[in-house]
């Protein structure tokens, strides 16, 4: 069990740093909240499909369309715990230490697979509504008046301003004055 542990401690700190402490930010700014959830939920997705070729990986002989399916229902609710807990990424890395703890410890039967997969509809509801009312973020509003830059322009300049001592302000890179 400790080996669990400590390996779903590197798990999740790594993919939630990437996932939701880098990327979501700038695509909530680009596209909003949970269009970005979406595009973040396939590329996770994306992100484990070599796990499916893997003998004794915990993925391998499942459905990636399945898979596909929880992962993206897990941004969508991930999205939504970022947002409303103020960019903190202590409860997206709670729920997906837990989510994958769950799957370990209770390797439940292939039987109630459905009912698995249908328990996930009303609390993405639930996620979709928080995210539409107020779970947009901090920024979300900041997605107007880009100055005349492109989104893409927008995405690639902010890793750079925060690097070089600049700010990202309204969804763009600006110069510290």
């Known amino acids: 069990m400790i080996p669990l542990f400590a390996a779903q401690i590197w798990v999740v700190v790594g993919e939630e740093f990437g996932l939701r402490g880098f990327a979501l930010p700038r695509l909530q700014r680009l596209i909003g909240s949970l269009p970005a ?34 992962i993206t229902a897990w941004s969508i609710i991930m999205t939504a715990l970022y947002n409303i ?6 409860p997206t890395m709670l729920f997906h230490a837990a989510s994958n703890g769950w799957g370990f410890v209770f390797n439940l039967p292939a039987a109630t697979r459905p009912i698995e997969l249908a328990l996930y509809l009303p609390v993405v509801a639930v996620a979709v509504v928080a995210l539409r009312t107020r779970g947009r973020g901090r920024n979300a509003s ?11 322009e927008q995405f690639a300049k902010a890793p750079k301003a925060m690097f070089e001592g600049g700010r990202v302000e309204g969804g763009h890179a600006a110069d510290e004055p």
């Open 37 to 70: 959830a979406l595009v973040i939920g396939v590329l996770w997705a994306a992100w484990h499909l070599p796990m499916f070729f893997v003998p004794g990986a915990p993925q391998h002989g499942q459905s990636f369309w399945e898979f596909c399916y929880v």
């Open 85 to 90: 807990a103020g960019a903190s990424l202590i």
């Open 142 to 152: 900041s997605r107007r008046g880009t100055r005349g830059a492109s989104r893409i």
